[in-house]
């Protein structure tokens, strides 16, 4: 076996990436210390009790610690413990890799505080996963945002930092807040986006579009609105020379005209888009939403 002659030391909490869709996208890795483990710690235990029986690992009622967004301080003193005692620790969430956008970042952190050992056991992520898939080839690196707030207008502001931010982003939303969130990216333009749909499982959907074509795109299919979503704003082509040269010209602008015509103005002599030009200006003259 490919584990066999590996150091998998007690004392250490083992950081597993579970499959996001597809069983089949555990790692052999994983699956060695899922066996190994002395104590499972988890976002849900029903949860992944019924991810090892889909991999034929029982584990007894003892060795199971709930760890999730609501306890995660308190419930990391109690792992100290456990690795003080020698014990391998592997800490799960319920799909994904921990500490992205699921809970684990605080209990990493403190086990690392107490002088213990960390090991990651690296695995599926919905970021790594459609960034792969997606074209944009992330040069010059890329932001990841996680969820977008739920609230509207906190949203579209969000948005419209987007905008001015040149390099890819990916971020994650919900089935029912896809529709809202798909209204307030029209403002991006023609800017690309390539969204993902159930990654990795049987009704996957993987398509790149203008951003602001997202809402006819789910409304070509009533599906389309169903499952988990991981997006990427594709970063903008020979991006921030432009928009350097652009900011300039309109701070020259905001200095003489109100924000509309100085934005056009911009835009036409830059050929940077207008609506991040937009927002830009909204963050220098944040009072001239109106002007």
């Known amino acids: 076996m490919a584990c066999e002659g590996q150091a998998h030391p007690g004392g250490c909490l083992y950081v597993l990436a579970t499959p996001i869709g597809n069983l089949a996208d555990i790692s052999l890795r994983g699956l060695h210390l899922l066996q190994l483990a002395d104590v499972l710690a988890c976002e849900d235990t029903r949860h992944s009790q019924s991810l090892l029986r889909q991999y034929g690992v029982e584990k007894p009622g003892g060795s199971w610690l709930a760890v999730h967004q609501h306890n995660e301080a308190s419930a990391a003193a109690e792992v100290i413990v456990r690795l003080q005692q020698g014990l391998r620790v592997v800490y799960l969430s319920d799909a994904g890799t921990p500490g992205i956008s699921d809970p684990g970042a605080r209990l990493v952190a403190v086990v690392q505080q107490a002088g213990l050992r960390v090991m990651p056991l690296p695995g599926a992520s919905s970021i790594t996963t459609l960034m792969s898939v997606s074209g944009c080839t992330g040069e ?50 023609d800017r690309s986006l390539t969204v993902g749909r159930e990654l990795t499982k049987q009704f996957e959907e993987i398509a790149t579009l203008p951003a602001n074509s997202l809402t006819a795109w789910l409304n070509a299919s009533a599906q389309r609105s169903k499952g988990e979503f991981a997006l990427v704003l594709h970063a903008l082509a020979q991006h921030t020379d432009r928009m350097a040269d652009a900011e300039r010209v309109l701070d020259m602008l905001l200095a003489e005209l109100p924000v509309k015509t100085a934005v056009k103005l911009a835009a036409d002599i830059s050929g940077a888009p207008r609506n991040a030009l937009y927002a830009l200006a909204l963050q220098k003259k944040p009072s001239a939403d109106n002007d």
């Open 140 to 189: 010059d690196g890329f932001v990841f945002i996680g969820f977008l707030p739920s609230k509207a207008t906190e949203r579209q502001h969000r948005v419209q930092t987007m905008a001015t931010e040149a390099r890819a982003q990916v971020f994650l939303e919900a089935p029912h807040r896809i529709e809202a969130v798909a209204k307030d990216l029209q403002v991006l333009g």
